[in-house]
């Protein structure tokens, strides 16, 4: 008789109980399947699902890409038994390797990447690690500059471990921020410098650790150094960071400052559909508007995207003019002229509930600002 595949219970969406497919992360730190919390928010809730606790008006949903990634990899045949650390009395042999000041760089890195395939799929195996003292050693592995593949591998594993929420707080209180910044400023590597942008993002997702991670000297500025400096895959990394971050206010003003929205805009231009999203949250800010509004052609890189983007593009575009339009007659006079009033009207229509509610908002501002 064929064994019925079993799946770790945080594969499961909390609302739907079925396998998440598209894993995003509320405010609140709990993961949910995109469709199922979506469903919630348009009802009108605006707290969480589990904690109960209250929401922003406009609540970010943050990718889980780390438990996408274990969920689409995941082989249910492999492993028919629920995991238990017993199973596997290695376990506390690879932690005392890795703790161990006489094991030798190479050492380290067998015992680390065992480490990774066991706790990617456990919680267990992720809690006895940070009970073990063995948080310490990774973040000493992540320092190693002179050995990528250890540093690569020890970044991997902190991202595992940041898939807990009492591990979002724990790592930082380790003092892991300041090891993950050092590696995004000075990583030679761009995949070493990504892995760095996404351990951030899920240590970002606890709200107190956004205003954390931002006062860091050098966290911000890094992730834009890298959304400039970076390939594909960092920029979209570094962009989905800095969207995580600033949702918390402060941060938006701190990413202003340091050159963000001219590189954002250029992304943008550039095909960096993520950018428009980190644009509508540092549109909220005066200084960050100001900007825009100083930016060669920054209206007309917006409405590229609302006649050629996504779904979600569209929505932050309209919501980024939203904000401009409401503080500036001339960027509204501009947006009327390209066509921006006719498309709203279009929008209207779209089975996005979150465009058509922006869309309207942006035809309310072209009519309040005496536009038309």
Same mark, same amino acid.
């Given at each position: 008789?064929?064994?019925?595949?079993?799946?770790?219970?945080?594969?499961?969406?909390?609302?739907?109980?079925?396998?998440?497919?598209?894993?995003?992360?509320?405010?609140?730190?709990?993961?949910?399947?995109?469709?199922?919390?979506?469903?919630?928010?348009?009802?009108?809730?605006?707290?969480?699902?589990?904690?109960?606790?209250?929401?922003?008006?406009?609540?970010?949903?943050?990718?889980?890409?780390?438990?996408?990634?274990?969920?689409?990899?995941?082989?249910?045949?492999?492993?028919?038994?629920?995991?238990?650390?017993?199973?596997?009395?290695?376990?506390?042999?690879?932690?005392? =390797?890795?703790?161990?000041?006489?094991?030798?760089?190479?050492?380290?890195?067998?015992?680390?990447?065992?480490?990774?395939?066991?706790?990617?799929?456990?919680?267990?195996?992720?809690?006895?690690?940070? %009970?073990?003292?063995?948080?310490?050693?990774?973040?000493?592995?992540?320092?190693?500059?002179?050995?990528?593949?250890?540093?690569?591998?020890?970044?991997?594993?902190?991202?595992?471990?940041?898939?807990?929420?009492?591990?979002?707080?724990?790592?930082?209180?380790?003092?892991?921020?300041?090891?993950?910044?050092?590696?995004?400023?000075?990583?030679?590597?761009?995949?070493?410098?990504?892995?760095?942008?996404?351990?951030?993002?899920?240590?970002?997702?606890?709200?107190?650790?956004?205003?954390?991670?931002?006062?860091?000297?050098?966290?911000?500025?890094?992730?834009?150094?890298?959304?400039?400096?970076?390939?594909?895959? %960092?920029?979209?990394?570094?962009?989905?960071?800095?969207?995580?971050?600033?949702?918390?206010?402060?941060?938006?003003?701190?990413?202003?400052?340091?050159?963000?929205?001219?590189?954002?805009?250029?992304?943008?231009?550039?095909?960096?559909?993520?950018?428009?999203?980190?644009?509508?949250?540092?549109? =909220?800010?005066?200084?960050?508007?100001?900007?825009?509004?100083?930016?060669?052609?920054?209206?007309?890189?917006?409405?590229?995207?609302?006649?050629?983007?996504?779904?979600?593009?569209?929505?932050?575009?309209?919501?980024?003019?939203?904000?401009?339009?409401?503080?500036?007659?001339?960027?509204?006079? %501009?947006?009327?002229?390209?066509?921006?009033?006719?498309?709203?009207?279009?929008?209207? %229509?779209?089975?996005?509930?979150?465009?058509?509610?922006?869309?309207?908002?942006?035809?309310?501002?072209?009519?309040?600002?005496?536009?038309?």
């Amino acid at each position: 008789m064929a064994t019925t595949p079993i799946y770790p219970d945080h594969f499961k969406c909390p609302i739907s109980l079925e396998i998440m497919s598209d894993p995003v992360i509320l405010s609140s730190g709990h993961t949910f399947d995109r469709p199922s919390i979506q469903r919630w928010l348009d009802s009108g809730h605006r707290t969480c699902p589990i904690t109960k606790l209250p929401l922003s008006d406009s609540p970010s949903l943050i990718p889980n890409h780390t438990l996408r990634s274990l969920i689409s990899s995941y082989n249910p045949l492999n492993f028919s038994k629920p995991f238990q650390i017993r199973q596997h009395p290695e376990t506390e042999t690879l932690i005392s =390797k890795l703790i161990s000041k006489s094991s030798s760089p190479e050492a380290k890195l067998a015992s680390i990447e065992q480490l990774c395939e066991l706790s990617k799929r456990d919680f267990e195996v992720r809690k006895r690690l940070t %009970e073990s003292g063995a948080v310490a050693a990774v973040l000493g592995c992540v320092l190693r500059k002179d050995f990528v593949d250890l540093q690569e591998k020890a970044l991997n594993l902190l991202l595992n471990l940041s898939l807990d929420d009492d591990n979002k707080v724990g790592l930082v209180a380790e003092g892991a921020i300041c090891k993950i910044i050092d590696v995004l400023n000075g990583g030679e590597f761009g995949e070493c410098r990504a892995m760095a942008a996404t351990v951030l993002t899920s240590l970002a997702v606890v709200e107190v650790n956004k205003a954390t991670i931002g006062a860091y000297p050098f966290a911000i500025q890094g992730l834009i150094g890298l959304l400039r400096e970076g390939g594909g895959r %960092e920029r979209k990394e570094a962009a989905t960071a800095l969207y995580a971050l600033c949702s918390f206010p402060d941060n938006r003003r701190r990413a202003v400052e340091c050159g963000a929205v001219g590189i954002l805009l250029s992304l943008l231009d550039s095909g960096l559909e993520r950018a428009v999203e980190v644009l509508g949250l540092l549109a =909220k800010c005066r200084r960050g508007r100001e900007e825009m509004v100083r930016f060669d052609g920054c209206v007309k890189v917006l409405i590229h995207v609302l006649r050629n983007g996504s779904s979600r593009g569209v929505q932050y575009a309209l919501l980024t003019l939203n904000s401009l339009c409401l503080s500036s007659e001339v960027v509204c006079m %501009e947006a009327l002229k390209e066509g921006v009033f006719e498309l709203c009207l279009k929008f209207l %229509e779209d089975d996005s509930e979150k465009v058509r509610r922006n869309a309207s908002s942006l035809i309310k501002v072209f009519g309040g600002a005496g536009c038309m």
